[in-house]
């Protein structure tokens, strides 16, 4: 008697047990959605566009991302990626880009100057060396050599603000607008790949030779396939600082969904230097296997556009830790 009991009790409780974990599993987790791409910012909206044709065709994640941030890249009115982006306080636009597939392979290149599309020519890095970040002079040696066309990336508008900021030549980098902007672009395939991308001019009017997190592997951009992706953008020492964007995914493994992921990381950000973190912005975004998606920043103004069958290419605004 009692052990029919204690059966009938150890019964009831294993099926409450299971039915209470699969239901917090399906509140974490939204339907699974591929294909789906995800990227910073205002003009992550139409670089989503270009990742959609190829995503939409049943392409590569790898080839998805490549291609949507070629947009913004080529365009001269973005004025903080590729061409007509704001120099260095030498006059020099530098740019960092990386990017990284489902297998881990990835691709790097750091202050690379007059290439158009560096994101291009870091995807080269990783197919065609055995190495996996190439810098300054040597990425531009490798980039020519490779049939990528040496410009001029310095637009009259980008030089006409170097110049208003000479006057003063005060390096303060504003959170959210004027000097600093990335895209960050990571994306789930028809076959469940994840592959992201990151490029930058950087921080407008920084030193000669400064690199931020955009082009770091595991700074600002990381993926993993058994797990998901992220990437970031705002003031790329503050992510360096913490390994962001693998931090990010690392969460994820341990079974944070991507956006408590983000929080966690930009919690870090607050709890290594609070009193910086109050005046500056960091943003992250995120995205897990199963096409969940999650983004969180330092300050309000952080935006990010997810284009997927069911969501139609559409700009959200990230939620932040300080309230502006
Ligand atoms: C950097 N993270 O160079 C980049 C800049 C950026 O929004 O993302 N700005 O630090």
Redesign the pocket.
Known sequence: MIHSTRRRFLKTTAALASFFSLNSLATKAKPVSAPIVISTWNFGKEANVEAWKVLAAKGRALDAVEQGVWVPEGDPKEM?VGLGGLPDRDGRVTL?ACIMDEHANCGAVLCLEHIVHPISVARKVMEKTPHVILAGDGALQFALANGFKKENLLTPESEKAWKAWLKEAKYKPVANIEN???IGMVALDSSQNLSGACT?S??AYKMRGRV???PIIGA?LFVDNEVGAATS????EE?IRICGSHLVVELMRQGNSPQEACEKAVKRIVKNQPEKSKEIQVGFLALGKNGDYGAYALQPGFTYAVYSNEIPNTIFKANSYYSG
């Open positions: 903080s960092d600093h902007d990335t930058t950087g921080m931020g997190d955009s600002g953008t705002g003031l790329g992510v």
